[in-house]
DNA sequence: AATAGTTTTGCAAATGTTTTCATAAATTTC
DNA sequence: GAAATTTATGAAAACATTTGCAAAACTATT
């Protein structure tokens, strides 16, 4: 096939090639049907020759979408975004989209950055993590007025629409199953809240949840641990190592829940009998755990999914100011957690 | 800041309110010695004020670098993926480049299709996962003269530099440390392997070294079960209700695993005493398992950096026509195997 | 067969940059 | 202080495309 195969494969060698003019092929691609039929194939033919392919980048700066949509995550591999993200970049990838992906490591400054990067790129859109940003985040955004959809927390009155779940209400929603369970002596494991808002209102909310009901939790029940299973593996064994246990212990997320298993079964302690131990996210596998994980879904594809084609739709539709989605955390009662 | 909110601003909005020329704005970014101190001060400031952003697609069509490298993976949602993915994302990083990713789903007409939208994006690299790809992937990027890495395996004669894990000899670690233990009442657990050179190599792999040490593992003992806990879970535990157990159970990796670990544990049977469980991978998490999984550990972390930094260095330096790396499987012994 | 109407195509300008070449400004040398 | 260098800047062409406008090529109508 490919003879010519050194030439320059632009769109003036098509034309060459099919005998025709450059806004000629560039029709063929972009409103194939001014064409006469013959003309169309005599280009189809052309194409194949010279084996051409399209040069978005000549056709961005002639203000036509890139295609591009810049997807800013904390991290990749977090099973939780690596969910969100799979689920958006199929969404897109059916309206012709592809992603620009990057991570930030909780650091805002490189947010920033990155951002900045993406704007560079001209694309389409832009979907970030969590809700709250650094000023300059939202200010870069509004002056260059690309569409942007907030993934992962929902709130009311976001700045941009918010796809994702309501943290706090995740954070009530497992307070308020363990305590009615009974258990009053409630240890807390949370994950570092620093640039982190969704780890921030699970706190807040658990915390204040359990405090209403009467129930405080001493300091030293009040642990944190970074998101790894090792991690608080290692520091729930310190707890339980300490005289008194707890009859529940409340985790800022599955992993950490996790991490909590393994250290009440090295410690020799039951779940559910000796110690409840619950979680947020459902991640992948919370399920299958022996006992299973008793949490609250927080639903990682319909939010990565449904964030997609809200942007999708801003983008291909700029007057339509669209709304955010509630995506509802729910509880999941499973075998860890009982009766005191 | 930002006063003339509503300009265009483009390199020549810059140019004019820096009292210059565009030629001299262009090389305050590309050639800032070039330029006088006050000069460029004085740009630096009517960047700042214009709000200019640089438009990469518009240099993008003089030949220069796009900053962008295509990176085509299964899904992105396998913790294994996700960790390459990673690391590989911030070892470009480090060199200017976001990459643009995307998910075939073991697909491999839609691996074509993406592979050309991102040779439309102009994408200055590629990175694939897996050896083996339709020859018309293969056509299509030495016809683009596209720096190209294949991710994951390792291949001493691949067409492009490979760098990942040599699949067959993880294989052959595992089935030779259960080996090793005696056991010689075997069932194995494969991922499906259409269209995934891995799982092809691990399963081959094992099945050979088995069958040289004399040990044959019967048809019903030969198990598949797609990548997730769960189903892993069922086919194990329908295993273990037949008669006679194996003394060891080798799956193609630690989801599968893991999944056969939670089997194991329902069916009222002990790890390792009542049946030893390996996988491949050593996924995030595999070491603080109950007991802790038995394993062969594939570099994700390492793969994913060095595919990147080798890929950089390609893309900077056309000349050179790297090699490929084997990032070497290791054997992690733990607890979830023991001698019959 | 001429006219009017429609469909198809080409020309040239426009897009936002970079780069070559030439010129102007600053600096050094005598 | 003029000449010779060196350094800094601008004008215009180039990059790969799209698009408005006008001309050319068809069809249909009489």
């Known amino acids: 096939m ?6 320059k494969a632009d769109i003036i060698a098509v034309a060459k090639a099919a005998r025709v003019s450059a806004a000629t092929v560039s029709r063929y691609f972009n409103h194939p049907d001014l064409l006469k039929a013959t003309t169309r194939r005599r280009i189809e033919n052309a194409v194949q020759k010279v084996g051409y392919i399209r040069n978005r980048a000549a056709q961005t700066i002639h203000g036509i979408r890139s295609g591009t949509i810049g997807v800013l995550v904390p991290t990749i591999d977090h099973t939780i975004f690596a969910e969100v993200v799979q689920a958006f970049s199929d969404a897109v990838a059916e309206e012709g989209f592809t992603i620009l992906l990057a991570s930030h490591g909780y650091d805002q400054q490189r947010e920033y950055t990155i951002l900045r990067k993406f704007l560079e790129h001209r694309v389409d859109g832009i979907a970030l993590t969590g809700l709250d940003h650094d000023a300059a985040v939202f200010q870069l955004i509004d002056r260059q007025e690309v569409p942007t959809v907030l993934m992962w927390n929902y709130s009311e009155g976001s700045p941009h629409p918010s796809v994702g779940a309501d943290n706090e209400l995740a954070g009530r929603l497992i307070s308020d199953h363990v305590l009615s369970l009974g258990h009053r002596r409630i240890a807390c494991l949370f994950a570092p809240s620093e640039g ?3 780890a921030k209102a699970r706190r807040r909310a658990i915390l204040d949840m359990l405090h209403a009901a009467g129930v405080t939790v001493p300091e030293p029940w009040q642990l944190t641990s970074v998101y790894s ?9 310190d707890l339980l190592e300490g005289g008194t246990a707890p009859t529940a212990l409340i985790c800022g997320n599955d992993i950490l829940a996790t991490g909590a298993m393994y250290a009440a079964a090295k410690a020799g302690l039951r779940v559910p009998e000796d110690i409840s131990i619950v979680g947020i996210g459902d991640f992948k596998g919370s399920s299958e755990f022996e006992p299973g994980l008793t949490t ?45």
Do not use: F, M, Y
Not at 306 to 324: C, F, H, N, S
């Open 2 to 7: 490919t003879d010519k195969s050194r030439k």
């Open 229 to 237: 299973i090792a991690a608080s593996k290692a520091k729930v064994a």
């Open 296 to 340: 609250v879904r927080l639903p990682a594809r319909s939010i990565g999914r449904i964030a997609g084609t809200t942007l999708a739709r801003a983008i291909k539709d700029p007057q339509a100011r669209p709304g955010g989605t509630h995506c509802a955390p729910e509880l999941i009662p499973r075998a860890s957690s009982a009766p005191v």
């Open 196 to 198: 982190n808002d969704r």
